[in-house]
């Protein structure tokens, strides 16, 4: 009888052992045209197909949905308040706190502007985590993709239980993994969606302005974390409609750039144009955070994430926030620059930082380098 059950034994798991191979060797299952991480479509009809670019708008979680908005009357005022958020941060990336509102000083269009408050607070964040996953780079358990994934989910675990994140994933298209969400294993399930990427395409401008655009009119401090290489291949828009985009959604843009040591450990087999492409992207995703009042990081050692971590939470929370009445009253729709400066008020020159020993302490402003004016039909 024992002879007897070996074999059958044998014959199953042979079965099951070559149904994985053959499954290895297939590839995943499923549409060709399937875009990053896209889940099955749910429509009761099944030829229905979804249009590119019909994605949901994100929603901001002080915002009701617009059934449940009774009309209200419209009317109009002429005071306008602008606020901004400035971080002032050491040559490590600290913050420096304790600075008196009295040593602010902000410019708009080069004219001092009457600060009306400063204060200064932790609060909860909104944070959209746009993550490039394509074929171009992120192959499956290649370099990047797993640099890719611990950036991400390195970050994700950083995150304090009253922050609303999204995660966005793009390469063609962004795909919305999941909604702004407090619940960490929502975050977690859409993590655990950047498997295989699809498409060899990544539209970085599109994907980001894209996301900016839909919180823009998200409430409270709110942010996008971009983990990408910096290389945008097909999108719709050009590299200077998504500076002008970012700089009138006003969401700071912070960015982790992907691929620096496996950069230089390629350069010597590069050619000119490849290297002057990283350059470019390195320099574009420089500007995007400079001018939305958020900081880029190049980190080219897996050691330097936990402190790029802290640095992007520190300079998110511990934040100034800036309230004045612009003098320009006019509602024109124009782009207006904003200068943040600290200043001794009794010399009116820049002001001198030290550290406890006394010693002088270089220090960095990042604030938004200005806002878009409201039209007078706004």
């Known amino acids: 009888m024992r002879t007897r059950i070996v074999p059958a034994f044998c014959a199953l798991g042979i079965f099951v052992l070559t149904g994985i191979l053959i499954g290895q060797q297939q590839g995943p299952i499923g549409s060709p045209g399937s875009t990053v991480a896209k889940p099955r479509n749910k429509s009761a009809d099944p030829e229905k197909k979804e249009e590119p670019g019909d994605l949901p708008k994100i929603p901001s979680q002080y915002k009701k949905d617009k059934a449940e908005q009774t009309p209200s009357a419209t009317f109009t005022t002429d005071v306008d308040i602008v606020t901004v958020d400035v971080a002032v941060m050491d040559n490590k990336g600290h913050f420096i706190p304790g600075i008196p509102p009295g040593n602010f000083r902000i410019l708009e269009d080069n004219v001092p502007q009457q600060v009306k408050a400063v204060t200064n607070s932790e609060a909860p964040l909104t944070l959209a985590i746009v993550i490039e996953f394509s074929n171009r780079f992120q192959r499956l358990y290649g370099h990047t993709w797993f640099q890719t994934l611990q950036l991400a989910w390195g970050f994700a675990s950083t995150l304090k239980p009253?922050?609303?994140?999204?995660?966005?994933?793009?390469?063609?298209?962004?795909?919305?993994?999941?909604?702004?969400?407090?619940?960490?294993?929502?975050?977690?399930?859409?993590?655990?969606?950047?498997?295989?990427?699809?498409?060899?395409?990544?539209?970085?401008?599109?994907?980001?302005?894209?996301?900016?655009?839909?919180?823009?009119?998200?409430?409270?401090?709110?942010?996008?974390?971009?983990?990408?290489?910096?290389?945008?291949?097909?999108?719709?828009?050009?590299?200077?409609?998504?500076?002008?985009?970012?700089?009138?959604?006003?969401?700071?843009?912070?960015?982790?750039?992907?691929?620096?040591?496996?950069?230089?450990?390629?350069?010597?087999?590069?050619?000119?144009?490849?290297?002057?492409?990283?350059?470019?992207?390195?320099?574009?995703?420089?500007?995007?955070?400079?001018?939305?009042?958020?900081?880029?990081?190049?980190?080219?050692?897996?050691?330097?994430?936990?402190?790029?971590?802290?640095?992007?939470?520190?300079?998110?929370?511990?934040?100034?926030?800036?309230?004045?009445?612009?003098?320009?009253?006019?509602?024109?729709?124009?782009?207006?620059?904003?200068?943040?400066?600290?200043?001794?008020?009794?010399?009116?020159?820049?002001?001198?930082?030290?550290?406890?020993?006394?010693?002088?302490?270089?220090?960095?402003?990042?604030?938004?380098?200005?806002?878009?004016?409201?039209?007078?039909v706004e």
């Open 162 to 376: 009253t922050d609303y994140v999204a995660v966005v994933a793009y390469d063609m298209r962004p795909e919305i993994l999941t909604d702004f969400t407090t619940d960490r294993a929502k975050t977690q399930e859409a993590l655990q969606r950047l498997t295989i990427p699809a498409f060899s395409e990544a539209n970085l401008y599109d994907a980001l302005t894209d996301t900016a655009d839909r919180m823009s009119a998200i409430e409270g401090r709110k942010a996008i974390l971009l983990i990408a290489s910096g290389i945008d291949t097909f999108s719709k828009i050009t590299y200077d409609q998504a500076r002008k985009k970012l700089q009138e959604a006003a969401v700071p843009v912070y960015i982790v750039g992907l691929m620096q040591a496996l950069r230089e450990m390629m350069d010597p087999y590069m050619s000119g144009s490849s290297r002057m492409d990283f350059l470019q992207a390195d320099n574009a995703m420089r500007t995007f955070a400079k001018e939305t009042g958020g900081q880029a990081y190049f980190p080219r050692f897996e050691g330097e994430y936990g402190a790029i971590f802290q640095s992007i939470h520190e300079a998110l929370r511990n934040q100034y926030v800036l309230t004045y009445q612009p003098t320009n009253k006019a509602h024109d729709g124009t782009y207006r620059k904003i200068k943040v400066e600290l200043v001794n008020p009794a010399t009116n020159e820049p002001l001198a930082v030290k550290d406890e020993k006394g010693k002088p302490v270089k220090y960095t402003i990042v604030a938004k380098s200005g806002y878009k004016a409201p039209r007078a």
